[in-house]
């Protein structure tokens, strides 16, 4: 189940950046939801939601090396159904940014909301899948502790 979720994050990730271009103009917004939502594609060479521009070779390390991370300790990501959920998505993200940087250059963001970075669904992806690890994680210790505590 784990590999599905991956897999349909990034085809979702990598269909909406390479199609949206042929659709909409760079560096122009396109309201979708008036005062919510635009549509506004940005080639982006930081880290999510436009940190640290200018660093692609860092970026591609650092998201390798957590990808390799998520595929070496899948067993632990297996504990939990939310676990399960979160892995997958963060490593699709992180390898949806990684193909864009290595193919390109730099990742394509079009979420434009207001207040707010731009980002793709990959960045989605890397923010919720950590979110829920996290809940994840806390939720196993809190059990597991639980266990000891009423032993």
């Known amino acids: 189940m784990m590999w599905i979720i991956a897999f349909l994050w990034l085809a979702l990730d990598q269909i909406t950046k390479h199609t949206l271009p042929l659709f909409f103009n760079w560096y122009e917004s396109t309201e979708l939801i008036p005062g ?10 930081g880290a999510a939601f436009g940190f640290l521009s200018g660093r692609s070779g860092l970026f591609i390390i650092v998201a390798i090396g957590f990808i390799v991370f998520l595929f070496i300790k899948r067993d632990l990501f297996l504990q939990s159904k939310i676990t ?16 864009d ?24 992806g890397i923010v919720v899948g950590i ?4 809940i994840g994680f806390y939720q196993l210790e809190r059990d ?5 505590d009423n032993s």
């Open 84 to 99: 399960r959920i979160g892995a997958p998505l963060a490593g699709a993200g992180a390898l949806g940014n990684v193909i």
């Open 36 to 45: 919510l939502l635009r549509i506004t594609l940005v080639k982006n060479d």
């Open 131 to 134: 979110g829920l690890l996290a």
């Open 144 to 148: 597991h502790k639980d266990v000891f």
């Open 101 to 124: 940087r290595i193919f390109f250059g730099y990742v394509i963001d079009f979420i434009d909301v207001p207040f707010f970075s731009i980002f793709n669904v990959a960045d989605i």
